[in-house]
């Protein structure tokens, strides 16, 4: 049975979701929750409160050995909530700067993928002489005021966009791509409405739980564990669909290659080749682990003859001509360690990354794309690209690998 959208207004109503199969006594009580219906990530089924966000709430609060309750209601109610410290958080949400000045927001543990929906030819170049629409206090509402982009409609749940896309009362609106989907869903057997419409990126959205500062400042180890544990319930990246990894690759091929010699990154690996064949296992354990030690002090000797290279200036000269597009280059030798890079990084082995192994015996015109990840000191999008180097006969030297804006690069392919 296909999931039917429920209206984000809705019935107050309280649901309560003790996060435990845990023997310890909670630390704080049920850390109150508020949150509204937004499949695919809170949603009723069988009068149960689930969803994706919810189903890693459950996993977090477990794993830190703590309880939550949760009850649902319309947005700007549970931001009062949280306002006035009846509750202790509010889900899902992206960066907001209203909630931004009461709360802290949790790394994100969702991802959404943003597009402008709109009738095929539609000229998306001056948003202000366009009618848009949007769902009441929903992420994308809150984003296109921050922006200063101006709404002409503003309804209370997303079939109600698509009804007025079809009447010609608005021109476009914004929504993720999977919650287009559902949209869809509820007018496939009586419309062509996704045959009609083309769609435009726009950007990814982080989504995470809001902390309230006065929760947080009782509790200042909570967000630090709550954090911690995100990675292993919701997962670390996000992978790029098949049209989206299309058009990072025509970006790769027309703006960043062509400003790439290989020559150089050649000379580099042939420099490096003969001290990385003669490291021993322990020997590149033990460079690796003084890496990851100098990457948090001042004394930075191993860091500093690295970053210093002549290559690494080279990588820094790419990453400043392709204007935005690359975040970090990194080449990496025959051993799999660092040969130069244009900024300093975590890690000085790479040969136990997915990358390393996914390029064995692969042409240059091979790449390898891993998931997008979200920086959250730049609250920017970082898809890693890579590929190998090899020499004239065609052998492999080493692998180049690029930190891409993800979003940027989406937006430079139309």
């Known amino acids: 049975m296909k999931l039917r959208l429920i209206s984000i207004f809705i019935t107050f109503f309280s649901v309560n979701v003790i996060a435990a199969e845990v023997a310890p006594a909670p630390t704080y009580g049920a850390v109150k929750l508020r949150t509204t219906i937004w499949p695919p990530y809170q949603m009723m089924l069988q009068g149960e409160l689930s969803g994706e966000s919810t189903e890693t709430l459950r996993c977090i609060f477990r794993d830190i050995n703590e309880s939550f309750s949760v009850q649902v209601m319309p947005w700007q109610r549970a931001i009062q909530d949280m306002k006035h410290s009846v509750a202790d958080g509010i889900f899902t949400s992206g960066p907001s700067p209203e909630l931004d000045a009461v709360a802290t927001m949790s790394a994100p543990f969702a991802l959404e993928k943003w597009y402008w929906y709109h009738s095929k030819g539609l000229d998306l170049s001056n948003l202000n002489n366009l009618r848009i629409g949007a769902v009441r206090s929903s992420n994308q509402a809150t984003w296109l005021d921050t922006e200063g982009i101006p709404v002409t409609e503003l309804v209370n749940e ?61 509790h200042p180890e909570f967000l630090g564990r709550f954090n911690q544990q995100i990675s292993d319930c919701a997962g670390e990246t996000v992978a790029l669909n098949a049209t ?12 960043i290659r062509p400003i790439i010699d290989n020559s150089q990154l050649i000379l580099a690996l042939d420099n490096s080749s003969s001290m990385q064949k003669t490291l021993a296992a322990d020997v590149i354990e033990a460079l690796d682990i003084q890496w990851q030690h100098e990457a948090g002090v001042a004394e930075q000797p191993l860091i500093s003859e690295i970053i210093s290279r002549p290559t690494s200036a080279y990588l820094r000269s790419v990453k400043e001509l392709s204007n935005g597009l690359i975040t970090e280059a990194i080449l990496v030798g025959g051993a799999g360690l660092n040969v130069a890079q244009s900024d300093v990084t975590t890690d000085y082995y790479q040969a136990d990354e997915s990358a390393w192994s996914a390029l064995q015996d692969k042409p240059s015109s091979d790449y390898y794309i891993g998931g997008i990840r979200y920086d959250e000191s730049s609250r920017k999008f970082q898809v890693k690209v890579s590929w190998t180097i090899t020499g004239t006969e065609g052998e492999r030297r080493g692998i180049l690998i690029l930190g891409m804006d993800v979003e940027e690069a989406l937006r430079h392919s139309h």
């Open 158 to 218: 997303g079939m109600q966009l698509v009804r007025l896309v079809q009447a010609g009362r608005i021109d476009t609106f914004i929504a993720d791509s999977r919650y287009f989907e559902e949209l869809v869903e509820e007018v496939s057997a009586s419309s062509d409405f996704e045959s009609d419409l083309q769609r435009t990126f726009v950007r990814y959205m982080p989504l995470g739980v809001y902390f309230a500062d006065q929760f947080l400042q009782q």
């Open 244 to 255: 989206e990894r299309e058009n990072l690759l025509t970006v790769l091929s027309k703006r």
